[in-house]
Protein backbone atom coordinates (compact mmCIF):
# COMPACT_ATOMS: atom_id res chain seq x y z
CA UNK A 1 0.00 0.00 0.00
CA UNK A 2 2.84 2.82 0.34
CA UNK A 3 4.37 2.00 -2.61
CA UNK A 4 0.87 2.97 -4.57
CA UNK A 5 0.32 5.81 -2.42
CA UNK A 6 4.10 6.94 -2.92
CA UNK A 7 3.36 6.10 -6.82
CA UNK A 8 -0.06 8.62 -6.77
CA UNK A 9 1.74 10.94 -5.00
CA UNK A 10 4.55 11.63 -6.54
CA UNK A 11 5.25 15.10 -8.74
CA UNK A 12 5.02 12.95 -11.95
CA UNK A 13 1.40 12.05 -11.29
CA UNK A 14 0.29 15.84 -10.64
CA UNK A 15 -0.84 16.10 -13.85
CA UNK A 16 -2.99 13.18 -13.74
CA UNK A 17 -5.05 14.50 -10.70
CA UNK A 18 -5.25 17.78 -12.00
CA UNK A 19 -6.97 16.79 -14.74
CA UNK A 20 -8.22 13.44 -13.79
CA UNK A 21 -10.39 14.93 -10.70
CA UNK A 22 -12.01 17.95 -12.84
CA UNK A 23 -12.96 15.15 -15.57
CA UNK A 24 -14.51 12.76 -12.47
CA UNK A 25 -16.61 15.80 -11.56
CA UNK A 26 -17.92 16.86 -14.50
CA UNK A 27 -18.98 12.80 -15.17
CA UNK A 28 -20.66 12.40 -12.67
CA UNK A 29 -22.33 15.58 -13.35
CA UNK A 30 -22.93 15.31 -16.89
CA UNK A 31 -26.48 14.30 -16.41
CA UNK A 32 -27.67 17.24 -14.04
CA UNK A 33 -26.34 19.90 -16.32
CA UNK A 34 -26.31 18.30 -19.71
CA UNK A 35 -22.89 18.56 -20.54
CA UNK A 36 -22.60 17.06 -24.21
CA UNK A 37 -20.72 14.19 -25.01
CA UNK A 38 -18.66 15.89 -27.28
CA UNK A 39 -17.35 17.88 -24.02
CA UNK A 40 -16.94 14.74 -22.14
CA UNK A 41 -15.11 12.93 -25.01
CA UNK A 42 -12.92 16.35 -25.00
CA UNK A 43 -11.69 16.35 -21.78
CA UNK A 44 -11.33 12.62 -21.65
CA UNK A 45 -9.04 13.31 -24.94
CA UNK A 46 -6.98 15.68 -23.72
CA UNK A 47 -6.41 13.86 -20.32
CA UNK A 48 -5.39 10.85 -22.06
CA UNK A 49 -2.88 12.66 -24.03
CA UNK A 50 -1.19 13.91 -21.09
CA UNK A 51 -1.33 10.41 -19.08
CA UNK A 52 0.64 9.36 -22.28
CA UNK A 53 3.17 12.59 -22.25
CA UNK A 54 3.74 11.33 -18.95
CA UNK A 55 4.10 7.78 -19.09
CA UNK A 56 6.53 8.82 -22.03
CA UNK A 57 8.41 11.61 -19.80
CA UNK A 58 8.63 8.11 -17.23
CA UNK A 59 9.88 5.46 -19.89
CA UNK A 60 12.79 7.80 -20.99
CA UNK A 61 13.91 8.98 -17.33
CA UNK A 62 13.26 5.26 -16.59
CA UNK A 63 15.63 4.08 -19.52
CA UNK A 64 18.36 7.44 -18.35
CA UNK A 65 18.33 6.36 -14.28
CA UNK A 66 19.52 2.39 -16.24
CA UNK A 67 21.52 3.10 -18.51
CA UNK A 68 23.56 5.36 -15.73
CA UNK A 69 23.10 2.35 -13.48
CA UNK A 70 24.45 -0.29 -16.35
CA UNK A 71 27.00 2.07 -16.51
CA UNK A 72 28.37 2.42 -12.78
CA UNK A 73 28.06 -1.53 -13.01
CA UNK A 74 30.21 -1.56 -16.09
CA UNK A 75 32.91 0.72 -14.47
CA UNK A 76 33.22 -1.43 -11.72
CA UNK A 77 33.29 -4.75 -13.79
CA UNK A 78 36.18 -3.59 -15.70
CA UNK A 79 38.02 -1.72 -12.57
CA UNK A 80 41.68 -3.19 -11.63
CA UNK A 81 41.40 -3.61 -8.41
CA UNK A 82 38.98 -6.48 -7.02
CA UNK A 83 35.45 -5.34 -5.58
CA UNK A 84 33.17 -6.75 -3.44
CA UNK A 85 29.51 -5.75 -2.60
CA UNK A 86 27.56 -7.31 0.06
CA UNK A 87 24.64 -6.69 2.15
CA UNK A 88 24.22 -6.06 5.77
CA UNK A 89 23.54 -9.90 5.62
CA UNK A 90 26.56 -10.88 4.42
CA UNK A 91 24.89 -11.50 1.16
CA UNK A 92 26.98 -10.71 -1.85
CA UNK A 93 25.13 -8.54 -4.43
CA UNK A 94 28.28 -7.54 -5.84
CA UNK A 95 31.67 -9.47 -7.71
CA UNK A 96 33.81 -8.04 -10.38
CA UNK A 97 35.68 -9.48 -12.73
CA UNK A 98 39.05 -8.80 -10.93
CA UNK A 99 37.56 -10.27 -7.65
CA UNK A 100 36.80 -13.40 -10.03
CA UNK A 101 40.29 -13.58 -11.19
CA UNK A 102 41.73 -13.01 -7.25
CA UNK A 103 39.74 -15.26 -5.18
CA UNK A 104 39.42 -17.94 -7.92
CA UNK A 105 36.16 -17.82 -7.85
CA UNK A 106 33.35 -17.80 -10.29
CA UNK A 107 30.61 -14.77 -10.12
CA UNK A 108 27.66 -17.13 -10.39
CA UNK A 109 28.85 -19.00 -7.54
CA UNK A 110 29.05 -16.33 -5.30
CA UNK A 111 26.24 -14.16 -6.02
CA UNK A 112 23.52 -14.48 -3.65
CA UNK A 113 25.58 -16.34 -1.30
CA UNK A 114 25.68 -15.63 1.81
CA UNK A 115 29.17 -15.25 3.78
CA UNK A 116 29.67 -16.61 7.19
CA UNK A 117 32.84 -17.25 9.53
CA UNK A 118 32.01 -20.62 9.10
CA UNK A 119 33.34 -20.36 5.72
CA UNK A 120 36.99 -20.14 6.79
CA UNK A 121 36.73 -23.79 6.84
CA UNK A 122 36.17 -24.10 3.46
CA UNK A 123 39.87 -23.81 1.28
CA UNK A 124 38.25 -22.65 -1.73
CA UNK A 125 36.04 -19.62 0.40
CA UNK A 126 38.90 -19.27 3.28
CA UNK A 127 40.26 -15.98 2.06
CA UNK A 128 36.65 -14.33 0.86
CA UNK A 129 35.46 -14.80 4.38
CA UNK A 130 38.80 -13.38 5.78
CA UNK A 131 38.53 -10.25 3.99
CA UNK A 132 34.69 -9.95 4.96
CA UNK A 133 35.63 -10.57 8.22
CA UNK A 134 38.97 -9.00 8.89
CA UNK A 135 39.18 -10.25 11.95
CA UNK A 136 39.68 -13.71 10.92
CA UNK A 137 42.77 -12.24 8.92
CA UNK A 138 46.32 -13.20 10.81
CA UNK A 139 47.14 -9.57 11.03
CA UNK A 140 45.17 -6.18 10.47
CA UNK A 141 46.46 -3.04 11.31
CA UNK A 142 44.34 -0.03 10.72
CA UNK A 143 45.47 3.03 8.85
CA UNK A 144 42.54 5.38 8.53
CA UNK A 145 39.25 5.29 10.45
CA UNK A 146 36.26 7.74 9.47
CA UNK A 147 32.32 7.63 10.47
CA UNK A 148 31.67 5.92 7.08
CA UNK A 149 34.73 5.09 5.71
CA UNK A 150 38.00 2.98 6.86
CA UNK A 151 41.47 1.81 5.20
CA UNK A 152 43.43 -0.96 6.78
CA UNK A 153 45.55 -4.06 5.50
CA UNK A 154 45.84 -7.23 6.31
CA UNK A 155 48.71 -9.75 6.56
CA UNK A 156 48.83 -13.19 5.13
CA UNK A 157 51.77 -15.51 6.14
CA UNK A 158 51.50 -18.68 3.66
CA UNK A 159 52.10 -17.69 1.19
CA UNK A 160 53.03 -14.33 2.22
CA UNK A 161 51.03 -11.38 0.98
CA UNK A 162 49.50 -8.29 2.27
CA UNK A 163 47.10 -6.24 1.33
CA UNK A 164 45.20 -2.50 1.79
CA UNK A 165 41.69 -2.77 1.77
CA UNK A 166 39.31 0.14 1.18
CA UNK A 167 35.61 -0.17 2.81
CA UNK A 168 32.99 2.18 2.65
CA UNK A 169 29.03 2.02 3.39
CA UNK A 170 25.85 2.81 1.54
CA UNK A 171 22.88 4.31 2.63
CA UNK A 172 19.65 4.46 2.35
CA UNK A 173 17.47 8.06 2.25
CA UNK A 174 16.92 7.56 6.23
CA UNK A 175 20.54 6.94 6.85
CA UNK A 176 20.43 3.53 7.39
CA UNK A 177 23.34 1.56 6.08
CA UNK A 178 22.26 -1.00 2.90
CA UNK A 179 25.11 -2.12 1.63
CA UNK A 180 28.95 -2.79 2.00
CA UNK A 181 31.76 -1.88 -0.46
CA UNK A 182 35.29 -3.14 0.16
CA UNK A 183 38.30 -2.32 -2.80
CA UNK A 184 40.67 -4.61 -2.31
CA UNK A 185 44.71 -3.50 -3.72
CA UNK A 186 47.69 -6.07 -3.28
CA UNK A 187 50.45 -4.44 -2.13
CA UNK A 188 52.60 -7.02 -1.61
CA UNK A 189 55.17 -6.38 -4.47
CA UNK A 190 54.96 -2.82 -3.07
CA UNK A 191 56.20 -4.17 0.61
CA UNK A 192 58.58 -6.60 -1.13
CA UNK A 193 60.45 -4.28 -3.05
CA UNK A 194 60.42 -2.13 0.39
CA UNK A 195 61.71 -4.88 1.95
CA UNK A 196 64.57 -5.96 -0.63
CA UNK A 197 65.75 -1.74 0.13
CA UNK A 198 65.98 -2.08 3.82
CA UNK A 199 67.82 -5.66 3.56
CA UNK A 200 70.55 -3.49 0.85
CA UNK A 201 70.95 -0.32 3.57
CA UNK A 202 70.91 -2.99 6.52
CA UNK A 203 73.43 -5.01 4.71
CA UNK A 204 75.52 -1.75 3.29
CA UNK A 205 75.50 -0.03 7.05
CA UNK A 206 76.83 -3.47 8.50
CA UNK A 207 79.55 -3.58 6.00
CA UNK A 208 80.70 0.62 6.43
CA UNK A 209 80.51 0.35 10.38
CA UNK A 210 83.33 -1.46 10.42
CA UNK A 211 85.93 0.18 9.00
CA UNK A 212 84.22 3.41 9.88
CA UNK A 213 84.80 2.38 13.63
CA UNK A 214 87.96 1.16 12.72
CA UNK A 215 89.05 5.02 11.54
CA UNK A 216 87.39 6.45 14.40
CA UNK A 217 90.00 4.28 16.61
CA UNK A 218 92.79 5.49 14.55
CA UNK A 219 92.30 8.98 14.53
CA UNK A 220 91.53 9.10 18.53
CA UNK A 221 94.79 6.97 18.48
CA UNK A 222 96.79 9.32 16.79
CA UNK A 223 95.16 12.12 18.30
CA UNK A 224 96.90 10.84 21.87
CA UNK A 225 100.13 10.48 19.99
CA UNK A 226 100.89 13.82 18.22
CA UNK A 227 102.31 16.60 20.17
CA UNK A 228 102.44 19.91 20.76
CA UNK A 229 105.15 21.00 18.26
CA UNK A 230 102.57 19.62 15.06
CA UNK A 231 101.43 22.92 13.26
CA UNK A 232 97.56 24.38 14.31
CA UNK A 233 96.91 23.26 10.70
CA UNK A 234 97.32 19.57 11.13
CA UNK A 235 95.54 19.72 14.76
CA UNK A 236 92.43 21.19 13.24
CA UNK A 237 92.55 18.91 10.05
CA UNK A 238 93.00 15.97 12.59
CA UNK A 239 89.66 17.38 14.88
CA UNK A 240 87.62 17.81 11.32
CA UNK A 241 88.42 14.24 10.16
CA UNK A 242 87.27 13.09 13.79
CA UNK A 243 83.92 14.84 13.50
CA UNK A 244 83.16 13.94 9.80
CA UNK A 245 83.44 10.08 10.82
CA UNK A 246 81.48 10.60 13.97
CA UNK A 247 78.80 11.97 11.71
CA UNK A 248 79.55 8.96 9.90
CA UNK A 249 78.77 6.63 12.09
CA UNK A 250 75.58 8.25 13.34
CA UNK A 251 74.38 7.91 10.01
CA UNK A 252 75.27 4.09 10.10
CA UNK A 253 73.56 3.96 13.38
CA UNK A 254 70.12 5.84 11.59
CA UNK A 255 70.54 3.23 8.89
CA UNK A 256 70.82 0.13 10.83
CA UNK A 257 67.97 1.00 13.27
CA UNK A 258 65.64 1.93 10.62
CA UNK A 259 66.33 -1.32 9.03
CA UNK A 260 65.57 -2.90 12.17
CA UNK A 261 62.58 -1.07 12.96
CA UNK A 262 61.04 -1.96 9.64
CA UNK A 263 61.86 -5.88 10.07
CA UNK A 264 60.04 -5.70 13.57
CA UNK A 265 63.17 -6.26 15.35
CA UNK A 266 64.27 -3.49 17.07
CA UNK A 267 64.55 -4.72 19.99
CA UNK A 268 62.73 -3.58 23.33
CA UNK A 269 63.12 -4.27 27.09
CA UNK A 270 60.20 -2.30 28.62
CA UNK A 271 60.84 -1.64 32.66
CA UNK A 272 59.53 1.08 35.06
CA UNK A 273 61.51 3.91 34.44
CA UNK A 274 61.16 7.69 36.58
CA UNK A 275 60.85 9.98 33.21
CA UNK A 276 62.20 12.65 34.92
CA UNK A 277 65.56 11.68 35.63
CA UNK A 278 65.74 10.58 32.52
CA UNK A 279 65.37 13.58 31.11
CA UNK A 280 67.78 15.30 33.60
CA UNK A 281 70.36 12.71 32.40
CA UNK A 282 69.66 14.00 28.63
CA UNK A 283 69.51 18.16 29.17
CA UNK A 284 72.83 16.83 31.04
CA UNK A 285 74.53 15.46 28.20
CA UNK A 286 73.53 18.34 25.47
CA UNK A 287 73.88 21.16 28.04
CA UNK A 288 77.44 22.03 27.14
CA UNK A 289 77.17 21.15 23.11
CA UNK A 290 73.95 23.76 23.89
CA UNK A 291 76.64 26.19 25.09
CA UNK A 292 78.84 26.20 21.90
CA UNK A 293 75.66 26.83 20.00
CA UNK A 294 74.94 29.68 22.82
CA UNK A 295 71.17 28.28 22.87
CA UNK A 296 70.31 27.93 26.65
CA UNK A 297 68.65 24.74 27.95
CA UNK A 298 65.53 24.27 30.75
CA UNK A 299 63.63 21.36 32.22
CA UNK A 300 60.60 22.06 34.28
CA UNK A 301 57.91 19.02 35.28
CA UNK A 302 54.29 19.41 36.91
CA UNK A 303 55.40 16.39 38.95
CA UNK A 304 58.39 15.93 41.09
CA UNK A 305 58.48 12.18 40.09
CA UNK A 306 57.04 10.26 37.19
CA UNK A 307 57.26 6.69 36.39
CA UNK A 308 56.64 5.43 33.27
CA UNK A 309 57.17 2.01 31.50
CA UNK A 310 59.14 2.17 28.76
CA UNK A 311 62.59 0.89 27.52
CA UNK A 312 64.71 4.14 28.78
CA UNK A 313 67.74 3.39 25.81
CA UNK A 314 64.88 3.59 23.03
CA UNK A 315 63.39 7.07 25.06
CA UNK A 316 67.28 8.31 25.35
CA UNK A 317 67.33 7.72 22.07
CA UNK A 318 63.87 10.07 21.74
CA UNK A 319 64.87 12.56 23.79
CA UNK A 320 68.38 12.90 21.86
CA UNK A 321 67.29 13.25 18.15
CA UNK A 322 64.71 16.06 19.81
CA UNK A 323 67.29 18.33 21.68
CA UNK A 324 69.60 17.69 19.06
CA UNK A 325 67.20 18.87 16.10
CA UNK A 326 66.56 21.32 18.57
CA UNK A 327 69.63 23.10 18.89
CA UNK A 328 70.97 22.59 15.48
CA UNK A 329 68.16 24.62 14.52
CA UNK A 330 67.93 27.05 17.30
CA UNK A 331 68.84 30.23 16.28
CA UNK A 332 72.07 32.51 18.65
CA UNK A 333 70.59 33.44 21.97
CA UNK A 334 67.89 31.29 21.29
CA UNK A 335 66.00 28.58 23.86
CA UNK A 336 64.87 25.18 24.58
CA UNK A 337 62.18 24.22 27.09
CA UNK A 338 61.79 20.46 28.06
CA UNK A 339 58.62 19.89 30.16
CA UNK A 340 56.45 17.32 31.39
CA UNK A 341 53.52 15.99 32.97
CA UNK A 342 50.86 13.64 34.01
CA UNK A 343 47.81 13.92 31.46
CA UNK A 344 44.96 14.33 33.82
CA UNK A 345 42.29 12.20 31.90
CA UNK A 346 44.32 9.75 30.10
CA UNK A 347 47.03 7.10 31.65
CA UNK A 348 49.75 9.02 29.93
CA UNK A 349 52.89 11.48 31.04
CA UNK A 350 53.07 13.83 28.35
CA UNK A 351 57.00 15.33 27.25
CA UNK A 352 57.53 18.52 25.38
CA UNK A 353 60.44 20.04 23.60
CA UNK A 354 60.12 23.40 22.35
CA UNK A 355 62.92 25.80 20.77
CA UNK A 356 63.05 29.13 19.27
CA UNK A 357 64.55 28.27 15.76
CA UNK A 358 63.69 28.45 12.52
CA UNK A 359 60.29 25.55 12.42
CA UNK A 360 58.86 23.95 9.68
CA UNK A 361 57.35 25.24 6.93
CA UNK A 362 53.75 24.88 6.37
CA UNK A 363 53.37 23.10 3.23
CA UNK A 364 55.98 20.62 4.02
CA UNK A 365 54.68 19.86 7.60
CA UNK A 366 52.75 16.51 7.09
CA UNK A 367 55.91 14.96 5.84
CA UNK A 368 58.32 15.85 8.77
CA UNK A 369 58.08 12.05 9.67
CA UNK A 370 58.82 10.54 6.40
CA UNK A 371 61.83 7.90 6.17
CA UNK A 372 64.79 10.31 4.53
CA UNK A 373 62.61 13.79 4.51
CA UNK A 374 64.24 16.79 5.63
CA UNK A 375 62.33 20.59 5.41
CA UNK A 376 63.63 22.88 2.72
CA UNK A 377 65.07 25.32 5.22
CA UNK A 378 66.79 22.35 7.24
CA UNK A 379 68.61 21.41 4.40
CA UNK A 380 69.97 24.96 3.70
CA UNK A 381 70.44 25.46 7.11
CA UNK A 382 72.35 22.56 7.82
CA UNK A 383 73.96 20.84 4.73
CA UNK A 384 74.36 17.15 6.74
CA UNK A 385 71.74 14.89 8.03
CA UNK A 386 69.32 12.37 5.68
CA UNK A 387 66.50 12.12 7.15
CA UNK A 388 66.11 9.47 9.41
CA UNK A 389 65.88 11.21 12.94
CA UNK A 390 62.40 11.66 13.40
CA UNK A 391 61.46 8.35 11.18
CA UNK A 392 62.95 6.23 14.39
CA UNK A 393 61.35 8.91 17.22
CA UNK A 394 57.79 7.97 15.93
CA UNK A 395 58.22 4.97 15.52
CA UNK A 396 59.77 4.37 19.31
CA UNK A 397 56.81 6.07 20.80
CA UNK A 398 54.31 4.08 18.38
CA UNK A 399 55.80 1.13 19.67
CA UNK A 400 55.14 2.44 23.42
CA UNK A 401 51.65 2.96 22.53
CA UNK A 402 52.14 6.49 22.95
CA UNK A 403 51.72 9.46 20.13
CA UNK A 404 54.10 12.09 18.77
CA UNK A 405 53.01 15.33 17.15
CA UNK A 406 54.18 18.98 16.57
CA UNK A 407 53.31 22.62 16.59
CA UNK A 408 55.14 24.94 14.44
CA UNK A 409 55.94 28.27 12.61
CA UNK A 410 58.18 28.92 10.06
CA UNK A 411 61.13 31.41 11.64
CA UNK A 412 59.13 31.65 15.18
CA UNK A 413 60.02 27.92 16.29
CA UNK A 414 58.99 24.27 16.79
CA UNK A 415 57.09 22.41 19.94
CA UNK A 416 57.30 18.54 20.01
CA UNK A 417 54.88 16.73 22.09
CA UNK A 418 54.79 12.51 22.67
CA UNK A 419 53.11 10.93 25.49
CA UNK A 420 54.35 7.42 27.28
CA UNK A 421 51.84 4.88 29.28
CA UNK A 422 51.94 4.95 33.12
CA UNK A 423 50.33 1.33 32.75
CA UNK A 424 52.15 -1.81 31.09
CA UNK A 425 49.28 -2.90 29.70
CA UNK A 426 49.19 0.39 27.28
CA UNK A 427 52.06 -1.13 25.73
CA UNK A 428 50.98 -2.61 22.17
CA UNK A 429 51.88 -6.68 22.34
CA UNK A 430 54.44 -7.56 19.91
CA UNK A 431 57.03 -5.48 17.50
CA UNK A 432 55.40 -5.86 14.12
CA UNK A 433 57.25 -4.78 10.65
CA UNK A 434 56.09 -1.81 9.57
CA UNK A 435 56.19 -2.36 5.35
Known sequence: MKRVFFFFSSKENLWFWILFLPSLFLLALGKFLKISFF?????????GLFLTLISWRLFFKEKEALFKKNLWKEIVEFLVDPVIVYDKDFTLIGFNKSAERFFSLKKEEVLGKKISPQKIKDERWQFLAQIVFPSLAPAIKI????????????VFEKPWRELRIYF???????????CFVKVIKDISREKFLLKEKSEFLNIAAHNLNTPVSEIRWGLESLEKMISDSIPQEAKELLLRLKSISA?????IDDLLSAARIEEGRFGYQFEKVELNQLIKESKEKWEKI???????????????????????????????????????????????????????????ALVSVKDTGIGIPEDEQSKIFEKFF???????????????????VKNIIERHGGKIWFESIENRGTTFYFTLPLKKELIPPKETPVF
Open 143 to 154: EKKFKDFEVFRL
Open 290 to 348: AARYQVRLFFESKQKEIFVFCDPIKIRIVLDNLIENALIYNVKNGEIHIRSEILEDKPF
Open 168 to 178: GKIFDKKGKPI
Open 374 to 392: RARNAVKYQAEGIGLGLYI
Open 247 to 251: NLGEI
Open 39 to 47: SLFLSYLIL
